[in-house]
């Protein structure tokens, strides 16, 4: 099955740009994902990237897809102390709605 | 009000007992997933539902019934409480033609 892999801590200051990396196993990975996790709360969708994609933008959010080296990334500019909070990659493959997540990255924003 | 809720948002409750973590939808969503979240595991599916009457297990189910007798509910039943059930439970719905997958606020249940 499906492999997600992310490092589990990134520390930045405020002001500067965080990167979220993420690998996953499965070629024929269709979407994918970015979810956001405050303390004691759900996970909420922040950004998602189909799989004939290579990038997406959003605001300060930036989703690349390298498909050949089957990495995702998630890159926040400006970052802010709301920002600190676990980001989850998760994704879908082939005829599968069942998303895999990965184990969250713990963003840590310090002033 | 619209969204997907779990109930109850924290339990307590003794090794060997039943508990049933409640998760209910107001979309008719045909897909539902529970996970559970611990440290160092990220999140891992323990069941999930196509639709009404149609269950099937995922990563790590052992331990854990359910059912889906209406679309909008999906409840989770630990038949015999365990410690190593100690977790984060999540409940999360999906529309067969929508990709997001939303996400209740989570149960913590401790088993003591």
């Known amino acids: 099955g499906e492999d997600v892999e992310q490092s589990l801590f990134l520390s930045v200051r405020e002001g500067d740009s965080s990167v979220i990396n993420c690998t996953y196993t499965d070629s024929s990975s269709t979407y994918l994902y970015w979810y956001k996790q405050e303390p004691g709360a759900g996970l909420q969708l922040l950004t998602y990237?189909?799989?004939?994609?290579d990038m997406k933008q959003d605001q300060r959010l930036t989703v690349l897809l390298n498909k050949k080296d089957k990495h995702l990334s998630l890159r926040i500019a400006d970052t802010q102390t709301g920002d600190s909070a676990i980001y989850f990659c998760a994704v879908t493959s082939g005829g599968s709605y069942i998303p895999t997540f990965g184990r969250g990255t713990s963003l840590i924003v310090h002033p | 009000d619209a969204g997907i809720t779990q109930s109850p948002r924290y339990k307590i409750t003794e090794t060997g007992r039943q508990v049933t973590l409640m998760c209910h939808q107001t979309w008719s969503h045909s897909y539902m997933f529970w996970y559970r979240q611990d440290l160092g595991h990220g999140l891992r599916l323990i069941y999930y539902s196509a639709a009404a009457d149609i269950t099937d297990k995922g990563e790590v189910p052992d331990g854990y019934v359910v059912s889906r007798s209406k679309t909008e509910n999906f409840p989770l039943t630990l038949e015999s409480a365990t410690r190593s059930q100690t977790s984060v439970y999540f409940c999360?719905?999906?529309?067969?033609?929508?990709?997001?997958?939303?996400f209740g606020q989570g149960t913590r249940l401790t088993v003591v």
């Open positions: 999360a719905s999906r529309d067969r033609d929508n990709t997001e997958a939303f």
């Open positions: 990237i189909f799989s004939n994609m």
